[in-house]
T-cell receptor
Framework: GAVVSQHPSWVICKSGTSVKIECRSLDFQATTMFWYRQFPKQSLMLMATSNEGSKATYEQGVEKDKFLINHASLTLSTLTVTSAHPEDSSFYIC?????????????FGPGTRLTVT | GQNIDQPTEMTATEGAIVQINCTYQ??????LFWYQQHAGEAPTFLSY????GLEEKGRFSSFLSRSKGYSYLLLKELQMKDSASYLC???????????FGGGTRLMVKP
C-alpha cells in the first residue's frame, strides 16, 4: 500500500523560532499533498493544499506567511512554521492522494507533534 | 458551506455491534470515507462509498444513502482495540479535498 512518512515525529521549539516539517510519499508520486492541523480531541482541520511546482492553496483563516509550504518534487512537501508561538502547538498531519476507483484516497503520514515553549 | 455531523462519543461492550452515523450537507459529492484514528496517531483508511448501498469488509461495514446525505459505519464483534476515534470525511469534488466531520470517540468496555 501507499506509504507516507513525516519527519520529525515530534519537535519542541522555543517561541519565535521556525520549524520545518517534511512529508514524503515513499512508493508513489503525489502531485497533491494536504496539510492538516489537529488539536486535542478535535478532528482534522485542513490548512492548505500543496501542489507540486506551484503555490499552495490556503484555507480561510490560515496565514500563508506564517505557514510556508513548498512542494518541490512529486514526493516531497514541506511545511515551515515561522516565528512559532505556543498557540501553534498542535499535531500536524500531511496526506498524499492517489487515485482510487472514481475518487482520490488520501494516505496519511504518521503526524508531527509540535510543542512551542 | 460544508457540514458533516457525527456523534461526539459512543460507548459499547466488547463483542457487541455498534453503528456510528454521519450526516452531511456539502456543495458537491464524490465519495465518502471512514477513517479510524487512535490517539496520537494518523488516521487509517477503513472504507469508501460513492454509490448507495452497503460495503462490507470483515468486521466493518459502511452504508451510504446519497439522497439522504447519510452514512453509517457498522462495527461487529467489537474488540477492545476498536476503541478509537472514527472520522467521516466527504470528498466534495472541489479540488478533490476531504472535509472531515468532528469524529466519534468510541470506547469499548469489557
Amino acid at each position: 500500500g501507499a506509504v507516507v512518512s513525516q519527519h520529525p515525529s515530534w519537535v519542541i521549539c522555543k517561541s519565535g523560532t521556525s520549524v520545518k516539517i517534511e512529508c514524503r510519499s515513499l512508493d508513489f508520486q503525489a502531485t497533491t499533498m494536504f496539510w492538516y492541523r489537529q488539536f486535542p480531541k478535535q478532528s482534522l482541520m485542513l490548512m492548505a493544499t500543496s501542489n507540486e511546482g506551484s503555490k499552495a492553496t490556503y484555507e480561510q483563516g490560515v496565514e500563508k506567511d506564517k505557514f510556508l509550504i513548498n512542494h518541490a518534487s512529486l514526493t516531497l512537501s514541506t511545511l515551515t512554521v515561522t516565528s512559532a508561538h505556543p498557540e501553534d502547538s498542535s499535531f500536524y498531519i500531511c496526506s498524499a492522494r492517489e487515485f482510487f476507483r472514481s475518487s482520490y484516497e488520501q494516505y496519511f503520514g504518521p503526524g508531527t507533534r509540535l510543542t512551542v515553549t | 458551506g460544508q457540514n458533516i455531523d457525527q456523534p461526539t462519543e459512543m460507548t459499547a461492550t466488547e463483542g457487541a455491534i455498534v453503528q456510528i452515523n454521519c450526516t452531511y450537507q456539502t456543495s458537491g459529492f464524490n465519495g465518502l470515507f471512514w477513517y479510524q484514528q487512535h490517539a496520537g496517531e494518523a488516521p487509517t483508511f477503513l472504507s469508501y462509498n460513492v454509490l448507495d448501498g452497503l460495503e462490507e469488509k470483515g468486521r466493518f461495514s459502511s452504508f451510504l444513502s446519497r439522497s439522504k446525505g447519510y452514512s453509517y459505519l457498522l462495527l461487529k464483534e467489537l474488540q477492545m482495540k476498536d476503541s478509537a476515534s472514527y472520522l467521516c470525511a466527504v470528498n466534495n469534488n472541489a479540488g478533490n479535498m476531504l472535509t472531515f466531520g468532528g469524529g466519534t470517540r468510541l470506547m469499548v468496555k469489557p
